[in-house]
């Protein structure tokens, strides 16, 4: 069929051809047959001719890391999405569904976004907890881990976050490093500010991609060490501009760098797309068109050891994006093995969530108002206080006088926090104090919290944080506000307590009426009511977290008694 | 050792480092361990420290196709020139001594190269023999192929060269192609003018590189349609400079570029380097020195899937040139997995190579001067000369009546030509006539015949053309000059009646000797007296050519009766 004697499945005719190895554009038809491209050239015979009318047609995008249950989507809903924009292979992490559930949850997220029409592909998470300062809902060890490289679709091992257990040498994580380095598999990094010797000795045990970049100077540092730089741009880490502004400026080879998004929400994704926006903003900067989107395509690949994924050229799987210019980068159609995307996702049955997936929220113990009492305080005593920043997600550490925790309530000054255990019913409670958040009378509560997933509920009185840690429960997880002892809202994350189970727009919908609900609460307009919140149980970021086992000084890395 | 705190074996104190990735240049030291780069940075601990004064460290460069055997010396002397020069990677296909003695043949150079300082790799021949259309030593089919990438230091699939029968999918083609690409190895090709359909075609079946691109259109096009290109600057072929002047014209991204010399002779190697010569061929042409460092070297590795090859950074293997400018690129100091090279090359031991390797030339029949007889043409007949083309490997396809066929033999405007099966003493010879080789009252003969290693000689006398066939089966090989009813001089190359045995310097001056002393015979100053007379056997390059079983018309792909 290459030599165009026999009919191909479809021609793809007067076509401009994104060409990611010289990265330029010349002009050509595309044969497609059995899902790969049999020949780029000039072709009449087919089953099936779709003329692009000169229009640019290109690789289809690989997103090289991104978590899908941020999106608190179904990897079917989130899939749907990336299809929208272009994106034709994602490269996921399934950090948070696997500290819920372990390998069931990894499993789940193979098997309902691999059958899908995209390239879904698992990078097994590698610290799953992150830390042990917290309980999550599961504990992988290597063995484990070192299991999942059977799994179709595992394609390499996740972001390793354990930066000091790499340095120093820790057994088991140099025993999973070595599973996955000596089945060739791409390790990826996570060293946010590691630099110098440091990340000399981060590389040498093998880990590949950091995307934890936000300078150009870190950037060059990392590239010049070897690793591949992947370039983030997310809802809330926006890392594009200072790394691209670098690269147009000194004009530096790229051919070791990908675009990813980390963590993006729906409503964004939806919005803007996901590589797309990477590139559209790459070009705003400088930077030629082919060249951004070779980065956001076969560089990716290249990187990631898909050879069969990211050109368009004779013996590559046919993933096309047909682009109508090279500014907007707005799609006109886009293939998946040769075939229509789109219309393949609308069709595609979804995969129905066990049982167990549906129930991962078990609380125990004796949970009642007391749990979150004051008298859990003594007037004598100094206590610490996380202090939120406007806009970040770094905290302050701060103090009030247990005399004064009362009236500091009362006036709206302060907030009651807790984390609650909820994956194995201990009845852990770890209670606290936080300013800056700034909910009246009621309560937030959410089982997203990164990264253990407990539930974590803030509120002015014990009554109203019982009732929301109580309707959260009934639910199975999820957002909800409660105000003078009634749930005021709930939106249902009954997929391990991260993703919801809708199928059309209601999340979205949903997400933007909670939020709302929030602010007239009081909630600080400077905060996200969920999202910042989610965050105030995550140990590893300064200054001050709470955890299922009390309050963490991050800095000094110990619980504070 | 890369945090610094135990000391690394080797220090390489104020370098520059040629950074491969983003192609620009950094100081810094490079810290060695266990024959791996351990760190990139300021590191002072180490067993021994060797200040480079600021010279320029980078990676060791990679010759991605070139033959051995070309060169006529034994793999360790080949070697000990490339090593001389920078390259510590070698990508070898012997074809040239497979079409003698197969797998066997294959086994000793890599066993050869393999013991030598620098990572010596074996692109398993796919054309044993090249053509239908000679009896070669050996026949190698799809079994004994696979079986091969069993075999330690075998990267992949040599040169493709049986274009019709990849784009007919003949069905033995097809299966050894498959057995290569199912188990991810490179498949080199062999296309010179393959372009259009045919070319997408050639590519579906799974090749990835081409060696054999002469203008910048054509690497242009090989580029997008998804082949890797090796620049080729050999001996004979010279076809750097068209290449690197389009791409430093129309600056297009070159990470799916390598450079090599497929035929590089000792002598030109010995004066200017492999690849040493392209990098500086190529800056001399406008390419930014670290961009065509980095063809010769990272991107030649990325392209044969060497990961652990061809950057100067952690985890790498510590292979390295130290250059003291990026002008004139002459090598300081080469290291292999972290140690000098030049002193390890000199103290390898050479492996002896077997009995049945050095005794491959078996002639048999009733050779006699009859064999060569003028009384085989009939004075009423036409017959077909072979012209040689000066400076060219081409020839023209001549005629002349048999009845003038004495006379232009005693004017000396016509010699006799003929090639005798010497691998398994069929006694097959074939016998015709050439012009333009110019020859006097003598002959010359030569074990190395493309491809299929017959014996060719050329003469004006059956006497003198028996006598040369006789020293060389007593030599087991080589080059002969007769002269008169004498063996003036006798070049043994007695490995395969390929390669010399010997080990210092006498190889080259032999060579030259032998050559000049042809040239005071009456040999056209235009022709190689024995390079060129090698390529007259070779049945694919047109238009007429001599095989043992007689002259063959190249372009009508058939024997002239």
Chains 1, 2 share one sequence.
Request: with cysteine.
């Amino acid at each position: 069929m290459a030599l165009g004697e026999l009919p191909a499945d479809l021609i793809l005719k007067n076509g401009k051809i994104v060409d990611v190895f010289t990265e330029s554009v010349f002009e050509a038809d595309v044969a497609i047959v059995d899902g790969c491209i049999a020949g780029v050239g000039s072709y009449d015979k087919a089953k099936e001719i779709l003329d692009v009318q000169g229009r640019y047609i290109a690789p289809g995008l690989i997103n090289a890391h991104c978590h899908v249950e941020s999106s608190m989507a179904r990897p079917e809903a989130y899939v749907k999405e990336e299809l929208r924009w272009g994106v034709t292979t994602l490269i996921t992490d399934p950090h948070e569904i696997a500290n819920v559930m372990g390998s069931e949850g990894i499993r789940y997220m193979l098997k309902a976004g691999g059958h899908m029409p995209i390239n879904y592909y698992v990078e097994v998470p590698s610290c799953v907890p992150a830390t042990p300062f917290e309980n999550s809902g599961c504990i992988m060890h290597a063995a484990e881990m070192a299991e999942l490289l059977k799994e179709e679709g595992v394609l390499g091992f996740g972001e390793m976050m354990n930066v000091p257990g790499v340095l120093m040498g820790d057994s088991e994580v140099m025993q999973k490093l070595r599973t996955y380095q000596e089945a060739g598999r791409v390790i990826d990094g996570h060293a946010p500010c590691v630099t110098g010797k440091q990340l000399q000795g981060y590389i040498s045990a093998g880990i590949n991609t950091d995307h934890e970049i936000i300078s150009w100077a870190e950037a060059k540092e990392k590239l010049r060490s070897g690793m591949a730089a992947l370039v983030r741009e997310g809802s809330a880490s926006h890392n594009l501009k200072a790394i691209i502004e670098g690269v147009v400026r000194e004009q530096v080879a790229v051919s070791r760098m990908a675009f990813c998004t980390d963590d993006k929400h729906l409503a964004d994704i939806k919005r803007e797309g996901t590589i797309r926006h990477n590139i559209k903003m790459a070009v705003e900067l400088g930077m030629k068109s082919e060249q951004a989107i070779a980065i956001g395509s076969f560089n990716a690949a290249r990187i990631y050891g898909l050879k069969h994924l990211g050109a368009v050229a004779a013996g590559y799987q046919a993933d096309l994006v047909v682009f109508n210019d090279l500014v907007e980068f707005v799609p006109w159609r886009v293939f998946h093995k040769g075939q229509d995307a789109w219309k393949l996702a609308d069709e595609a049955e979804w995969l129905e969530p066990g049982a167990r997936l549906k129930g991962s929220v078990n609380i125990g113990g004796e949970l009642s108002e007391a749990s979150f009492s004051l008298e859990h305080f003594s007037a004598t005593k100094t206590y610490p206080v996380i202090e939120m920043v406007a806009e970040e997600i770094i905290t302050e550490h701060g103090k009030i006088a247990g005399s004064e925790i009362f009236e500091a309530l009362e006036r709206n000054e302060l907030c009651l926090i807790a984390v609650v255990e909820r994956h194995h019913a201990t009845g852990n409670v770890g209670l606290g104090l936080i300013r800056g958040y700034g909910i009246k009378n009621g309560a937030a509560a959410t089982t997203v919290a990164h990264d253990s997933h407990n539930l974590i509920v803030v509120g002015t009185s014990p009554r109203d944080m019982l009732l929301a840690v109580q309707a959260l429960e009934g639910s199975q997880g999820g957002y909800t506000l409660v105000e003078q002892g009634k749930v005021i809202d709930l939106l249902p994350l009954e997929i391990c307590g991260l993703m919801s189970s809708a199928k059309g727009d209601e999340l979205n919908e949903h997400l933007e009426r909670i939020s709302q609900k929030a602010y007239t609460m009081g909630v600080n307009p400077l905060v996200d009511p969920f999202i910042s919140l989610s965050f105030m149980a995550l140990p590893v970021i300064p200054r001050l977290r709470i955890t299922d086992m009390g309050m963490f000084d991050v800095e000094r890395f110990q619980f504070i008694k």
